[in-house]
């Protein structure tokens, strides 16, 4: 069985920091990239950075390059999202998915297999 968990949200002021994991259970990276995405209350849901633990290949949204920073430790199928310097508008669910990921190229939420729960983020301004 296939299981996503993530962990590590919570609410934070303007310019603060969080670190997101997701452990991953019944996948190996080599099979699976992992996806960020969110998920603001009213609006789409959107990818936030990808990371792939078998050839390294990043992808960052251009809303997020330069505060966020994703991580993977293929020793405990893990990954991280490091963010910092927090905004309002970072206030959102988010989810970790397992799916593809290519550094130059953005995958949709339709192209992942399997979702985590979700934590939630709340930025206050």
């Known amino acids: 069985e296939v299981q996503l968990v993530e962990s590590g949200g919570g609410l934070v002021q303007t310019g603060g920091s969080l670190r997101l994991s997701c452990a991953a259970f019944?996948?190996?990276?080599?099979?699976?990239?992992i996806g960020w995405f969110r998920q603001a209350p009213g609006k789409e849901r959107e990818g936030v950075s990808c990371?792939?633990?078998?050839?390294?290949?990043?992808w960052y949204a251009d809303s997020v390059k330069g505060r966020f920073t994703s991580t993977v430790d293929n020793t405990k199928n893990m990954v991280f999202l490091q963010m910092t310097s927090l905004k309002p508008e970072d206030t959102a669910a988010y989810y970790c998915?397992?799916?593809?990921?290519?550094?130059?190229?953005?995958?949709?939420?339709?192209?992942?297999?399997?979702w985590g729960q979700g934590t939630q983020v709340t930025v206050s301004s």
């Open positions: 998915a397992a799916g593809p990921c290519g550094g130059d190229f953005y995958f949709p939420p339709s192209e992942y297999d399997f």
């Open positions: 019944g996948i190996t990276f080599e099979d699976y990239a």
């Open positions: 990371i792939s633990g078998s050839d390294g290949s990043i």
